[in-house]
């Protein structure tokens, strides 16, 4: 084995570890360097594994935007938040994710919260409602980017152990 392999496969690795990890962490596009961990070891050892896997890899990461995107929305929404309380919500989280994980969480309920009262003026209850849904959403559409990471990383563990 080559010493460019051997890094091939360490570049590979971390990229795919940093990857999982970043599915939790603000800031660290998750799924992205797993994508990006599976087509640069395509390009650095096309043996391994086939395009059509990156392919499929590929769906998986669009797939993972969607549902983090939209389990907030959906949150927001059928906690009975307004279009504005779904724009409060995504507001809200990409100020949080510039701090922790917490305050990204925190950051779409108040954001949530904050467009409900303020723009559609409504009563304690139903905000409080919007930002549940919103939070509830965050931590749906954060389980879901991991399944998909999870997905992403073992298809690409398979793909190369049956090279």
């Known amino acids: 084995m080559s010493i460019l392999t051997i890094l091939a496969w360490i570049l590979t690795a971390v990229l795919l570890l940093v990857g999982l ?26 043996a391994t594994i086939s395009w059509g896997v990156v392919g499929v890899i590929a769906c998986l990461w669009v797939l993972s935007l969607l549902v983090d995107f939209g389990c907030v929305l959906l949150g927001t929404r059928l906690g009975g938040g307004s279009k504005w309380g779904m724009a409060g919500a995504g507001g809200g989280a990409i100020a949080g994710a510039f701090v922790s994980v917490p305050a990204l969480l925190l950051g779409s309920v108040v954001g949530a919260m904050l467009a409900e009262k303020l723009v559609h003026r409504r009563n304690l209850r139903d905000t409080l409602r919007a930002g549940l849904g919103a939070g509830l959403g965050f931590i749906l559409g954060t389980l879901g980017r991991l399944a998909c990471a ?10 190369v152990l049956r090279a």
């Open 21 to 46: 990890v970043g599915t939790l962490v603000p800031l660290l596009p998750g799924t992205t360097l797993i994508l990006m961990a599976t087509a640069l070891h395509k390009l650095m050892l096309p």
């Open 150 to 159: 999870v997905a992403m990383i073992t298809l690409f563990l398979v793909a």
